[in-house]
């Protein structure tokens, strides 16, 4: 099970990450801790990951502690560009712990899934920052608002869909750094998803890939299966078929109805995509073709 | 979880299990319950479904205590039939808890699945009686001599099918009730399946229907899912289509190569193989359209 | 896993269920059900249990569809008291699917548990109707307020606790049928456990019986244990030590601090109690010693 | 879950383990992956471990990839302690992947923990050599012939501790590197336990700290638990008390007598076992007071 930082971390002024992808080749964590050493920088975790032993693409996610560090953010970033990441031929960001990822989430008539990451969130579990609700539907404003987060009802159906992306991407663009589709049951255009600047999560009812497409507890139980699931990834402009970032499943018998997957798979779905909210909050997600790395 | 029998009734001579199927109607449990009481007989558990909560398929599983039941047998069956079954058009199947099914293992060189059935059932955990192990290549027959159960060779492959299967069909035919692929790599014939005369469990090494077909490992790999699975189900003419016995799943993730996922699934096949087989032996298995009841 | 009943029967006013419990013998199944058909009731779903497969306790739970339940309720019980429960020493109890149970919710400052059964509730999946909030602290009023149940505010610590059980009683004596202690961090005497006039469920934060009384998940932590749990059972004087209706666990390793043990052991917790009280409300859960049936 | 070296890696001769473990402080990866790199070995993975944010213990276990490791092997060492562990006041050890640990198992009459391991092993699963199979009884003989290690059979029983530990202490002492009881009924002296020289796991088969000592199951049933399960842990002179290393659960229910518990937890312990050795044999487990870390 992936990880996620503790409490000590979260938050924290002096606390940065860094997150950096490249060609593997001998001697990079050496390279990358050295660096870090010799600016004063301690290293509090280290993950990486190289996709073959040999030849393959390698990836780290290191966790350090630099007194100063806001002040010194710029100077080494360009520091690391030019003594490590060039040489190397890396991409890489670094982001700081103190600075939680602003977030919009969207959302129709459901609740579990929206309710369960507010609910997170203020229990200090998600490191995000909820700057906006907005819903086709206006059935949810009242289990917002105790969260004292904006809720904004832009009507969206196909006929509108044009002006409905245009009012959301008004909304959205600049103002956020991830969208979560909350079961938002509209399909987004690829225009849509490629203005809005930043990435999304969605989170699809079924064990993908198994059951892609519409109505996947229907199919379920008309299949027999003994398990039905859930499935968090990244929206791509081809439906359900983005990059996974977690899954889970529940077990399930001849007893249960159509309602019944409804109702257990909805715990799933919660569970789910709060981990892969918080995993791409903490920048513990890494993509790679059409898979992820998680940190 | 289904359940399983205990070890209090598996080989009793004196236990009996009722199965039955209807069209749903009220007094279908008491009609039932009275005769078996009025036969002497105690009710040891009952368990029922229906389909539907009003005009469904109805299916029930009894089992009872009767004493001199293998006596009993035959007069009991037919009496059920006159009194019961035909007033209310039922199918229904009579067995005796102390008759485990005669079954035969189908392999070729995997021996997890087939080595897992024969330690288990070696254990009295399975309630079934192995009469022999078919498998298309030599390589298991040292693994499977310790256990006492005739390990024939019949080479098959595509080529030579007809007269494979022909082979396998004058080991098979009348001799068991049951045949269980034991990741046994060739397809059989519609016409095998016809002939052989009894039902056959096959193990998928993926979570149907995800991964339907060849080399399941290697594209859940690709797709960078975060479970693989394993499924049990019943053979019937189209490929990986059959009604689901059992499933279940594991956890990988990034780090796990191909192999590791076969490595991984290899523990879920053989124990989700076991479940389906020991459930079908203690008839439990009811199969109704593409789905099964497991009572 | 236990069931639950599906939409169909929940709060249909025709729907019965019949609970029952008495020393084994032959013709139980066989008396219940004649008596139902005889009345016109049609059985929806029948499930039993036997301590020992001769000379045990048996348990019955009967869902049955009877036209015109609410007006022959009085009746059924009569007759079902003289011509079955009295022969066959039987205890029994007869309730009606459309009359969900009056539960309280007792809790302190922790809302996770609370939250989740009133979400739960307000969607349709609890089958309870919450007529009270009591909290030794007003920290959670707010969050109570949205879903328009009473929320009552009793002060109770040791100094206080004659005063604050009183105060407790006067509201629940008579008014509820269940009370769910949902992380409610005070220890309820005995007097008031007698009092109360109903049943109690707690949720304690371990898979008991390991880590019985305080601070479970810090001794969890020094243990070294490599899984958490969370046990829901009913209160008895004996602290921690009554029936188990409900446990569940969750993986932790050595990167979890003792905060991200009650982060992680709070999804189970929620999960856990839940579970429990619908099966409770859908009288399912028999008590049998210290042990509990779920049927 | 913890993870296991891939087959790339195992058995490899040129790759090398480096586990250490010391105070924490500023530049310690830097300084490990350093001496790597200049030594021209490729770091393939690097895990690390920190009790603390600050000031507290730090492990590392890194596997690197150096041509000619076996002719290298001292010199690396006597640098490695000179040029860092000195410096840095760090405990470490080296390894290397070719050398697999030698192991012998010890057993009573149960043989699913026995056989899933030589098994396993057999199919390369797990990173050892089992040099011998020591038993207080005779039954396993013929279930360990097909396996190829040698059977010894050694009488123990209260009486003849004394005897049979000194006979076990002449078969072990200097030849294995790892003692594993596998469902051993025998209590082992903290004698045996000091000289034999080497760690030992044991599988206990309850969730510790639930149901320490004799007859987990039974007692697991008396106290109604709903699931039950097994922990692998190393021994200590304090009889179930020692550092865990692996845990997992079952669900159950009251449908299951003692003996189901027993065949339902037999699975778990199997599973739980072989992946406690897996770790071990990898140089994965490091003991911190009675916890362990599983990098």
Known sequence: MVEHDGADIRGQKDIGRLLLRCADRPGLVAAVSRFLAETGANIISLDQHSTEPIGGMFMQRTIFHLPGLPAARDEL??????????PFGMDFRLTEAAKPK???????????????LLWRNR??????SVVMVIANHPDLADAVRPFGVPFIHVPARREIRDEAEQRQLDLLRGNVDLVVLARYMQILTPSFIEQVGCPLINIHHSFLPAFVGASPYRRAKERGVKLVGATAHYVTDDLDEGPIIEQDVVRV??????DDLVRLGADVERAVLSRAVLWHCEDRVIRYGNQTICL
């Open 123 to 128: 229990r200090g579990e998600l490191d995000m």
């Open 253 to 258: 018998d001849h007893r249960h109805s159509i």
């Open 102 to 116: 602003r977030v919009a989430v969207m959302a129709s008539t459901e609740d579990h899934c929206l309710l369960d």
């Open 77 to 86: 970033e360009r520091d690391f560009a030019v003594q490590v990441a060039d």
